[in-house]
């Protein structure tokens, strides 16, 4: 990918701000290229309605409202970091929802999303107070969104902490961010785990 074009989306998704998650994704982005242009929006600013299965009644309507604008941030950018502490082994609920409207989407007749969704880098940056393995659910939720969505897999950002600005003591953690946004140049080019070939929606 073209570094002078990439347009980071962070969309944070822990309840709390400024926590761990999102001082390490400050620190990533501190050392992004500066022709590298940045959006940041909290997922608990902007809630989304009950998110409602309606693919075999009815079409799912254009969005508006939060979600047009989480769709339009999402459509602009070249590189979508999602930005979380590990949650009882998963994503928090805010981000878990952003992502369920992907669903919507996918079907909403005219926006193409899938399509328009291809050759986006995904990202995380996770941080967790246990150890790493605790958080390979939620890597393999989103690699496995990546497949889906043909777009290539950044990698995972990983750091500890549990009380506030316990990530600033992590020091492999930081020193891991200063480099952690480099360029991927292929679908999957940084999976390490091996994922089953996806053929059906999340939801079918």
């Not at 999102?22 to 022709?35: G, I, K, M, T, V």
């Not at 254009?62 to 590189?79: K, S, Y």
């Not at 020193?175 to 091996?194: H, N, S, W, Y």
């Not at 070939?197 to 939801?203: L, V």
Request: neutral net charge; contains cysteine.
């Amino acid at each position: 990918m073209d570094t002078t074009a990439r347009r980071f989306l962070f969309l944070l998704s822990s309840t709390r701000r400024m926590g761990n998650s999102e001082q390490l994704a400050y620190c990533a982005a501190h050392h992004l290229p500066p022709n590298a242009t940045q959006q940041w929006l909290h997922l608990q600013d902007y809630p989304l309605p009950y998110f409602v299965d309606m693919r075999h009644h009815t079409p799912y309507p254009l969005p508006t409202g939060n979600a047009l604008v989480l769709l339009e941030a999402t459509l602009a950018a070249t590189d979508l970091v999602l930005v979380a502490p590990l949650y009882w082994y998963s994503l928090p609920v805010h981000a878990k929802h952003y992502l369920d409207y992907w669903s919507a989407w996918l079907r909403t007749p005219g926006l193409e999303f899938r399509e328009q969704m291809q050759g986006k880098t995904l990202w995380s940056i996770v941080v967790s107070s246990g150890d790493q393995t605790e958080v390979q659910p939620l890597e393999a939720t989103l690699i496995l969104t990546a497949n889906y969505m043909k777009m290539p897999w950044g990698g995972m950002l990983y750091g500890t902490g549990s009380r506030p600005n316990d990530i600033q003591d992590d020091a492999p953690a930081l020193e891991r961010a200063k480099a952690f946004f480099k360029p991927v140049t292929k679908l999957g080019d940084t999976i390490q785990m091996p994922m089953p070939e996806i053929k059906k929606s999340p939801q079918d």
